[in-house]
């Protein structure tokens, strides 16, 4: 009796995978979709991949952390490509990537060493740099301001990448922008992340830097609130439209690209596995288009980001990811 | 006026009529039948249990009756709620007063029907109707204060005052009396004598009878949810009052032999605990009992006697003086290690501190030798012992019914009672402080635990007895202390003095000042 | 055998929280239809997942094991008249510690680092919810705050340790792993999720606790202090004390929930590890009747729930209809009278006529 | 050392850290007068944080389809006195555990809002924006030093709860209804003997509950963002209960207890965007427990000070 049901359910769940070429199912961390952050940005890859291949979509969001192994096997039971995101994830994938061999996996944010696992870094810092050089260029106060969720190290690589943005403009500006810097305490509140914007703004900040997912809002609001003359800068995703004209820029982590690089690979069969890190030189990480507040920008300091861009990407300019490189990063010499 | 005749009941202040009452498993009141006439004082009498309260309960609409009829002043009236009982202008003081504590005397007086400007609380309107009420009847209050800080007697009158404020015609008294020395209790009466000579119809629930007879006009005796006598206070007696209430002639006093006085095994030194709130309630209060006798404390409830047996006993802290039991200074000693010395305990309130109504009788019967080797071994209890040992014990205290899988719970006020006696007793203790051991029990448990008690010291225990009933102490005690204000008042032996004069120590008055004026 | 059979449906140990289960799901099952959803198939999947497989089985027992023993705490705390919501803080501590005590036992064989392991996170967990105790004992202050504002503060020692001096290199918060030797065996292994003997650690919990509170002196004392303390002071049970050691028992079988997740499951402190099992702890205990055996079963049938809700969500059904599944089962469960009244109105009814 | 003398004295002459503040305050506030209500009437409220939760949601969900934030205002208030009808009517007519009750429908709401917002925005974590309760503008006031930049553009809802408190005060303590709700709160059975009707008293203290918990939930999403997001109450209904504990169950005392709360937490974030403070990153951990260690050392050493009334949490049941 109980094998027919389970026959008969399994049946019910896989139904809709017959007949089509490539099924893919993303397994989101606890944080879950809707986080602002990297959970939307992979399910958007998978849902840009989903509209240009031949390929269904499928999503199981994780209760809680003991979840990630039996929902990344049951995923992978019934499905050909695997999307995990997240580093807490890394343990758990490390033991269900290799007891399915024949299963594509697709990881942001963590290595896991199986010949099946495509895994995603990215350089955060690369674009948190440029983000950070171009506020300290805007500011008007001579303060920027940056506000973290929990600090976990890609929050920890905006804030160094940043810092050193700032650095690098003072050096090379002769300026000195000071950062405030300081964390909510948690990716979901919005209401103290606007309160800590509040009070960067208060002690002289004009551009405030979040990464924060969905606190940053409230980070947005603040400037909104605070009117002419104040920008939030957005993370992750082109943040922009959130308020125009208040949102100077969002420094961009393309997950949603790798995902769908990813996805591609397996479609075309070019799928290799190892470790790939996106950075500015792939496009993979980046700024903004700056829909609304282009012409707010002076023309040289568009120069300038393209300058650094090309010394980040030529190699250069090392842009540190961690409190250790930071402490010990020296600005190069740059000619504008 | 023919018709009328039939069902006359116009001089009539209150007529109930075949009220039927019914509880899980009680009939509480079987066809009640009273009348009460107008600008009488007329007494409810009858045990606990004999559904007095319950009666009034449902003239005054806090529970419904399931069957029969309330006449007021001749009408027919349907009484669903206390609203419908205080607009046909009745009013109830209850046993235990129902006073929000937290609250002034004029916020609890006016509660209900508050005098308001628009949404707000008119204080001064109320303030000055009670000053108007008070100079009426002579009952004096401060209108300010707060009920927690009042002395027991004044709580009672802003009891009263409430229900005047409330224009009542016809008062219910439950037991008023329970918590009131003899000097209040006179003052009392004179303040109903006042309230009928105004005009009012008072009905006085109490199981005393000298009370019946020193105030009322005519009297109803129920026994066991039944109507057992009705008559004019004129026409009866005490005696006869209380075959009527227990079904058979009583024993008023009880039996006891001359005590063998041993050695002092307890001695109280220069007291001083403090109540709740942290006020002094036992003040440097010195007292010693000797095995084999009863020393009896009397005094009304609230003068420290709790505090007194809660220092004993070890439930509460002493501020000051020494509690020496067998020769060892125990005022610090954990409730446990004195049990373990041999002292033990009747509470006073057995639901509170007696028993643990959740319990089965056999974890009921070990409480506070639950760790006796006897019922434990090492960390494990002996299930068997334990249910031996409760089976013999509910046979031999005849606790009904005998089943000891029974919860605390399930069993009447008497029982529950023999629970706690039984348990005390068969602990084997060398002294027992025995508080209120028969509060609310009827005349049948009473004895039995009166002769337990008399036993005990018949066989060398040492008995510090708190009551609240002067008849109680009078018929025990072999020694009397009065306590007042914490302090004892003076010791007598109830061959040697009246109930007048432990009354006027119950009221403050030192016995060598007593005794001097008399000299 | 009819009187029997009346009995049994009478006991509203059984009847309510069954009555509040099935009504639970029902309502669930409404709402499913509401927007759209077949709630036979989403219930199916729920099966499934649950059921279907070895390896969801096996994660479903997986998912048992700390809940029997959060339910336990809770349960215990209810029994000593304490309201524990403290769970989660105390299952933190406890695998904070325990975690610690681990990645010191490499040269220990695991006779000795298993025990000693578990001894640590139960230590751990008591020690935290003794605060909570002593907080009621000594100054008044009532449990459910403090307990609240434990878990807050536990959650924020454990980031600080993680992000800290106790975190694995390579910058990610988690701390290193524990040795092999003080990790539980495999029971069974189903490619990647494994039963591990924690689970035996939760069963011989239940015995214990059943023992504790029915058989012992202390469960007396507890028992006593929790129906009616003045009663236990009156005979001679000191209150304080029970009180306390009750928070403490009830937070040491949190923190060895805790500890299971370590040495079963994680290997080392992760994230968030405790999940929602402190609260789910108090379903648990509500369902189960504060009775270790109802428990454990009452643990299983939420594992079950949540071990299916995962599928259910491949049928298209939001992770959240689970959490409303649970607070429909507390507020049922809460309101007895009213399911009282619900499952035998009609009954008296037909008595009356 | 020096740093962080001149940081804290920073904090304290900077106006926005008192505006911070009044803003932080102001759920609390109003959370904590709804945990008064309730418990001042006999009924223990821990579900405080779910009728936020569900407040905030009714708001955005009311701006949004409504465009105007007002109407927003009120279904968030409707949803939130909903909420606590559910509690009422657990805990008053069929005298089930209060606390339980609480429990569960913080469960209830968190479930309720999660899966209503994928329903109505079609996704999960936040909802689209909407219009916020605009902010008051005092004019020329703005001008004046320090107390200018303190009460400019504030939320009308920061009014409405200092307002609130001063309206509860005097209905508690200055009206007929208050002093039945005290008295039911205290001795039930005295008020019902005296014809107070009990219950119907209780469901109001628990109705008000609703209203003010959900216009505190409602300031976060609608007064403060114009959004709303998963869980967003997060954990403040439990700290406005401890507030409430704190300030003795009085309207006045309440708020004093929800300011300091808000001002440790205004006092976090406005330390951490001192400058001249290099923090490690983790330190904010440590900050971020403070107030949690507040309450912890308040509520354990107030003892004796802080009275709950009589009769708090136990129901009221009439043979």
Redesign the interface.
């Known amino acids: 009796m109980r094998k027919y049901l389970v026959a008969f359910l399994a049946l019910v769940l896989v139904l809709g995978t017959i007949g089509m070429s490539i099924t893919v199912f993303f397994v989101t961390d606890t944080g879950g979709l809707g986080d602002k952050s990297f959970n939307d940005s992979a399910w958007a890859g998978v849902e840009m991949a989903a509209k240009k291949y031949d390929v269904t979509a499928n999503v199981i969001q994780s209760y809680e952390q003991a979840d990630y192994i039996p929902n990344l096997t049951a995923a992978a039971q019934v499905s050909d490509v695997v999307v995990a995101v997240g580093f807490m994830m890394q343990d758990a994938l490390a033991k269900v990537a290799p007891q399915f061999p024949n299963t594509k996996f697709i990881f942001i944010d963590g290595v896991v060493k199986s010949p099946n696992v495509e895994n995603f870094l990215f350089k955060e810092q690369q674009g948190a740099f440029l983000v950070g050089y171009l506020a300290a260029a805007m500011t008007k106060t001579g303060k920027v301001g940056y506000v973290g969720g929990i600090p976990i190290p890609p929050v920890l690589r905006y804030q160094y990448g940043y810092e050193a943005g700032v650095k690098t403009y003072n050096v090379l500006n002769g300026a000195n922008v000071q950062v405030l810097s300081g964390y909510v305490g948690s990716f979901d509140d919005p209401a103290a992340g606007k309160s800590m914007t509040n009070s960067q703004f208060s002690e002289g900040a004009d551009i405030v830097f979040a990464a924060a997912g969905l606190s940053g809002l409230g980070t947005i609001e603040a400037a909104k609130d605070a009117g002419k003359g104040h920008f939030a800068i957005g993370v992750d995703q082109d943040q922009d439209y959130l308020a125009p004209g208040y949102v100077l820029t969002s420094a961009m982590k393309r997950v949603n690209v790798a995902v769908f690089d990813g996805i591609k690979s397996v479609v075309e069969g070019t799928f290799k596995g190892g470790t790939i890190t996106l950075t500015l030189k792939d496009n993979g990480i980046g700024m903004s288009p700056m829909t609304y507040t282009k012409q707010l920008v002076p023309k040289p300091i568009f120069h300038q980001l393209d300058v650094l861009k090309k010394a980040i990407i030529d190699g250069k300019l090392v842009v540190p990811g961690t409190k250790e490189a930071f402490q010990a990063f020296q600005v190069p010499q740059i000619q504008f | 006026m023919d018709k009328a005749n039939k069902k006359d009941y116009s001089k009539y202040a209150v007529v109930m009529e075949k009220i039927v009452k019914r509880f899980p498993g009680v009939l509480a009141n079987d066809h009640v039948d009273l009348f009460v006439e107008r600008g009488e004082i007329h007494a409810i009498v009858g045990e606990n249990g004999a559904g007095k309260t319950t009666l009034m309960n449902q003239l005054y609409g806090l529970i419904n009756s399931d069957s029969g009829k309330i006449y007021i002043n001749g009408a027919e009236i349907k009484i669903r709620n206390p609203n419908d009982a205080i607009n046909a202008k009745i009013g109830m003081v209850h046993q235990h007063f129902m006073l929000v504590d937290r609250l002034s005397v004029v916020e609890n007086i006016v509660l209900g029907m508050e005098p308001v400007y628009g949404p707000f609380f008119a204080r001064d309107k109320a303030r000055k109707q009670i000053n108007e009420l008070s100079k009426r009847f002579g009952l004096f209050v401060e209108p300010d204060a707060i009920i927690e800080d009042l002395p027991v007697g004044i709580q009672q009158r802003v009891e009263i005052i409430k229900v005047l404020y409330r224009g009542a015609e016809i008062l219910i008294l439950d037991e008023p009396t329970a918590v009131l020395t003899p000097q209040e209790t006179e003052e009392l009466f004179e303040i109903l004598r006042a309230l009928k000579s105004q005009g009012k119809t008072i009905i006085f629930i109490t199981h005393k009878l000298h009370e019946v007879m020193a105030i009322t006009n005519s009297v109803t005796v129920m026994r066991l949810g039944k109507v057992t006598g009705v008559v004019k206070t004129v026409d009866t007696n005490p005696r006869e009052l209380a075959r009527m209430m227990v079904g058979r002639d009583v024993l008023l006093r009880v039996e006891k032999g001359e005590a063998k006085v041993g050695k002092e095994i307890l001695r109280v030194e220069d007291l001083h605990v403090n109540e709740n709130r942290g006020l002094e309630a036992v003040r440097g209060l010195t007292l010693s009992v000797k095995r084999g006798e009863i020393v009896g404390i009397a005094g009304v409830a609230g003068n420290g006697q709790t505090e007194l047996v809660e220092a004993i006993t070890g439930l509460r802290k002493v501020e000051e003086g020494h509690v020496i039991f067998k020769g060892v200074d125990i005022t610090n000693f954990s409730p446990k290690k004195r049990r373990d010395m041999g002292m033990g305990h009747i509470p006073e309130d057995r639901l509170k501190h007696g028993l643990v109504t959740a319990f089965p009788l056999y974890y009921n019967f070990i409480l506070g030798k639950h760790d006796d080797p006897q019922f434990c071994d090492g960390e494990f209890l002996k299930m068997p012992d334990i249910k031996r040992f409760s089976d013999e014990l509910v046979k031999r205290f005849d606790v009904r019914p005998p089943l000891i899988n029974l919860l605390g719970a399930n069993l009447s006020g008497g029982n529950q009672q023999k629970v706690i006696v039984a348990r005390e007793i068969s602990f084997g203790p060398d002294f027992m402080v025995v508080s209120q051991p028969t509060r609310g029990l009827d005349i049948g448990a009473i004895e039995f635990i009166h002769k337990t008690i008399i036993s005990m010291r018949d066989k060398g225990v040492g008995v510090l007895l708190i009551s609240m009933e002067l008849e109680e102490i009078f018929s025990l005690s072999d020694r009397i202390l009065v306590m007042y204000e914490g302090q004892i008042m003076g010791e007598v032996t109830p061959q040697e003095t009246t109930t007048e004069e432990v009354g006027l120590m119950m009221a403050g008055h030192r016995l060598e000042d007593l005794r001097t004026q008399e000299a | 055998m009819a009187n029997g059979l009346k009995k049994f449906y009478m006991n509203d140990k059984i009847v309510v929280p069954v009555f509040a289960v099935i009504t639970s799901l029902f309502i669930a099952a409404i709402v499913m239809i509401m927007i759209g959803k077949n709630p036979i198939v989403a219930y199916g999947a729920l099966l499934f997942g649950a059921f279907g497989t070895k390896g969801a089985l096996i994660n479903n027992l997986m998912k048992a094991t700390p809940l029997i023993l959060t339910g336990l705490s809770v349960g215990l705390g209810f029994r000593a008249g304490l309201f524990n919501i403290g769970a989660n803080g105390q299952l933190i501590i406890g695998a904070l510690l325990s975690t610690y005590i681990g990645t010191k036992m490499i040269a220990y064989p695991f006779y000795l680092s298993i025990p000693i392991m578990l001894i640590t996170g139960m230590v751990g967990g008591a020690l935290w919810a003794a605060i909570a105790g002593w907080l009621k004992v000594a100054r008044g202050a009532h449990e459910v705050i403090t307990t609240i504002m434990l878990n807050y503060v536990a959650v924020f020692i454990a980031n600080y340790v993680v992000n800290g001096p106790f975190q694995a290199p390579g910058g990610v918060p988690k701390s290193p792993e524990i040795a092999y030797s003080a990790r539980f065996p495999n029971l069974i292994t189903s490619g990647a999720t494994w039963l591990s003997a924690g689970i035996f650690v939760a069963l011989t919990a239940v015995v214990v606790v059943y023992i504790l509170i029915e058989k012992t002196k202390m469960g007396y004392e507890v028992k006593a202090v929790g129906f009616n303390p003045y009663a236990a002071e009156y005979g001679g049970i000191s209150i304080g004390r029970n009180t306390v050691m009750a928070m403490a028992i009830s937070g040491a079988l949190a923190g060895l929930a805790g500890t299971m997740q370590v040495m079963g499951l994680y290997y080392r402190y992760l994230g968030a590890l405790g999940g929602s099992m402190g609260f789910d702890g108090i379903t648990i205990a509500l369902i189960g009747q504060n009775d270790p055996i109802g428990i454990a079963f009452a643990a299983f049938l939420i594992s079950s729930i949540r071990a299916g809700s995962n599928q259910m969500q491949i049928a298209g059904v939001s992770k959240n209809i689970v959490i409303i599944i649970q607070g429909i089962i507390i507020f049922l469960v809460a309101t007895n009278r009213l399911v009282k009244t619900f499952m035998f109105w009609k009954r008296k009814e037909v008595e009356e006529a | 050392m020096n740093a962080w003398i001149q940081a804290i004295i920073?904090v304290f002459i900077?106006?926005?850290?008192y505006?911070?503040t009044l803003?932080?305050s102001t759920?609390l506030i109003l959370a904590a007068l709804g945990g008064v209500y309730s418990e001042t009437t006999g009924v223990v409220n821990?579900a405080l944080e779910g009728i936020m939760l569900i407040g905030a949601f009714g708001g955005v969900v009311g701006s949004y389809f409504t465009g105007n934030p007002w109407y927003g205002l009120a279904l968030g208030v409707l949803l939130g006195v909903a909420m606590a009808a559910?509690h009422a009517?657990?805990?008053i007519?069929?005298?089930?555990?209060q606390?339980?009750?609480g429990?569960?429908?913080?469960?209830?709401?968190?479930?309720?809002t999660?899966?209503s917002?994928?329903?109505l925005f079609g996704?999960?974590?936040?909802t689209d924006?909407v219009r916020s309760i605009p902010?008051v503008n005092l004019g020329s006031f703005e001008n004046v030093p320090f107390f200018g930049k303190i009460f400019n553009?504030l939320s009308p809802l920061v009014y409405i709860a200092f307002a609130s408190v001063a309206f509860s005060w005097f209905l508690i303590y200055?009206?007929?209804?208050?002093?039945?709700m005290?008295?039911v709160g205290?001795?039930p059975?005295?008020?019902?003997?005296?014809?107070?009707n009990v219950y119907n008293v209780r469901y109001f203290g628990v109705l008000m509950s609703g209203v003010f918990a959900s216009l505190g939930g409602a300031f976060?999403s609608i007064g403060?963002?114009?959004?709303f997001?998963?869980?967003?109450s997060?954990?403040r209904g439990?700290i406005a209960?401890?507030a409430m504990?704190i300030g003795n169950w009085s309207p006045t005392g309440a708020m004093w207890a929800s300011i300091l709360f808000g001002a440790a937490?205004?006092f976090n974030?406005?330390l951490?965007?001192?400058?001249i403070l290099h923090l490690?990153?983790?330190t904010?951990?440590?900050f971020?427990?403070i107030p949690?260690?507040i309450?912890?050392i308040v509520?354990?050493?107030l003892?004796?000070k802080s009275r709950a009334?009589?009769s708090d949490g136990i129901p009221y049941i009439k043979?």
């Open positions: 920073n900077n106006p926005i850290f505006k911070s803003n932080q759920p821990i559910l009517w657990a805990s007519r069929y005298a089930g555990d606390i339980i009750s429990a569960a429908l913080i469960l209830l709401a968190q479930g309720i999660g899966f917002l994928v329903e996704k999960p974590g936040s924006l902010l553009s200055k009206t007929r209804l208050g002093l039945r005290r008295s205290n001795n059975e005295a008020a019902d003997t005296l014809g107070v976060l403060e963002l114009g959004q997001t998963e869980n967003m997060n954990g439990f209960l401890a504990i937490s205004a974030d406005q951490q965007s001192q400058g490690a990153t983790n904010q951990y440590l971020g427990m949690y260690i309450t912890l509520v354990g050493g003892v004796g009334p009589s043979d």
